[in-house]
C-alpha cells in the first residue's frame, strides 16, 4: 500500500462548479451521446476557456456545437436558460478540506489563470486549505500535458510516488496515472470519499 502524502485536487468540476449533472444530461440527450464522454466535452478545455474569460458564452455554446458530434441539434436559447439557472458554488468535496488538510499536504492544478485564481480567492474560503495553486497560466502548459505535472511536482517538491491526483477529465487522470500518481476519476461525492478514505 503506498503511503499518501500529498493530494493534488483540480479546481473546476471538484471544489468549485456548477450542477454539471442536469447541463451534462440535457445535451447527452440531445445528441445521443454518454454522459462521461459528453461531460469531456460540454466541461473539458472549451469550458476552462469561458472560465478564465478568454471566450463569451455564445462562442462556448458555438466551439461546443462545433466539438459535439451531433451539436448542430443543440439550441442556444434553451442551453442557455438551462445554463443560467445553474449558478458556480462549493461542491461536497470541499467539505473534506478540513480534515484532509490535518494529515496531508492539499494543492491545485487548474488551467486556469493567476488573475482568475485572484478573484475566485475573494468568493471563496476554500484556498485557505491548499499550500500552492498551480495555475497553467504560470506553468506554461495546460492539463493533460506532462509539462504541467512535472511543473507542479517541482513547484511543490512532491514525490509522484507518495502524491494522489483528483480530477473530473479522465484525460487528465489518465496522464497522471501515467506519470505514477495514485489517481481517481471525480464522478460524484461517493466515489471520491471512498477513494480518501481508503488512505
Not at 434553451?78 to 445554463?83: A, G
Not at 476554500?126 to 500535458?145: D, G, Q, R, Y
Request: aromatic share 14%.
Amino acid at each position: 500500500m503506498v503511503e499518501i502524502k500529498t493530494i493534488f485536487f483540480d479546481l473546476f468540476g471538484v471544489l468549485l462548479g456548477i450542477d454539471q449533472s442536469t447541463i451534462i444530461h440535457y445535451v447527452a440527450q440531445k445528441i445521443d451521446l454518454p454522459y462521461l464522454q459528453t461531460k469531456d466535452i460540454v466541461m473539458g478545455e472549451i469550458f476552462m476557456r469561458l472560465e478564465r474569460g478568454e471566450i463569451g458564452f455564445k462562442q462556448y455554446f458555438q466551439d461546443l456545437q462545433s466539438a459535439l458530434p451531433g451539436g448542430e441539434k443543440l439550441n442556444y436559447d434553451e442551453f442557455q436558460l438551462r445554463w443560467t439557472s445553474n449558478n458556480i458554488d462549493e461542491l461536497p468535496a470541499v467539505q473534506c478540506l478540513p480534515k484532509l488538510k490535518e494529515n496531508y499536504i492539499l494543492h491545485i492544478i487548474s488551467n486556469t489563470s493567476e488573475a482568475h485564481i485572484y478573484s475566485l480567492k475573494k468568493q471563496f474560503k476554500l484556498f485557505s486549505n491548499f499550500e500552492k495553486i498551480i495555475t497553467s497560466e504560470a506553468a506554461n502548459s495546460s492539463k493533460p500535458s506532462l509539462e504541467i505535472f512535472n511543473y507542479a511536482l517541482n513547484k511543490t517538491d512532491s514525490a509522484v510516488g507518495t502524491s494522489a491526483f483528483i480530477d473530473d477529465m479522465g484525460s487528465n487522470v489518465n496522464i497522471a496515472k501515467k506519470i505514477g500518481f495514485t489517481t481517481h476519476h471525480y464522478n460524484d461525492y461517493e466515489g471520491f470519499d471512498s477513494f480518501i478514505s481508503s488512505f
